[in-house]
């Protein structure tokens, strides 16, 4: 069942389905404590871009999974149409927030929703745009709203959550980034440095918040059969089939991934060797990054 209203007016769509979130009220809180995180009792998720590709697909395995949803895109009619199926399926809560991400409006709006929403315990940061236009022939108009989308809409949302979920000693933050962020050159350059600060955003608020009962994760998704490609001019069908991963696949394998507690998730990359060494040469080279005197190859 979805009930609609006044958009000028509503901010959001609830689905009456299940649990007592759906009747208007919230989940009680324990008088010591936190409840255990069983199936009937795992929270809401907030997931951004979730009218298609990867956010639809997190929203489909988070309501199997037992969470409640709020499901965050700008297209509305697409976002209805997957909380009626969801509920239907799944028997969830489901709250539809039509929100345009990259003006400061809707950004705002979403902020509130992660602010005082305390049944929120997971945010899946998925909402971005990229393009693999050569940096000499792209817009730069386009690239300034890339990054405001991809950083700082990412950035801001995040910093709305946390302090709630370090509050109730729970929450868990999951930034999908990309490949690009430890190899820029495979697409534009801009693009690239905006998913190098997702990863590395990630493994600053980890390395902040781990002790404080937050969980952080950055998912890293090679090419992915989503309509990424054809926003972009290039049509996913003419990509090389064998680098290109299903939604389904890519997002099962993240939630696999969070389970074993990963801050960084690289689903296609087979052999993680390389990425653990490259881990540890990172976290080698910190103690030394920083001295009074020049180093010796740099001496006259």
Partial sequence: MACSGDGTKQ???RHLRHSPRGAGSRPSQPAF???PMTPSHLGTA??????SGIGAVYADRLARRGHDLVLVARDRSRLLALADRLSTETGRSIEVLAADLGSPEGLQRVERQLREDASITLLVNNAGIGTHTPLLESDVDQMSRMVALNVDALMRLSYAAVPGFVARGRGTVVNIASIVALA?????????GTKAFVMAFS????HELAARGVRVQAVLPGATATDFWAKGGRPVEHLPQQIVMRAEDLVDAALLGLDRGELIT???LHDDRALREMEAARLSLAPHLSSNTVAPRYAR
């Fill in 33 to 35: 404590g936190h409840l």
């Fill in 46 to 51: 907030l997931v951004t871009g979730a009218s």
């Fill in 203 to 206: 493994q600053s608020l980890h």
């Fill in 184 to 192: 820029p050159e495979i697409l534009n350059g801009v693009y690239g």
């Fill in 266 to 268: 690289v689903p296609s």
């Fill in 11 to 13: 901010d959001y769509i």
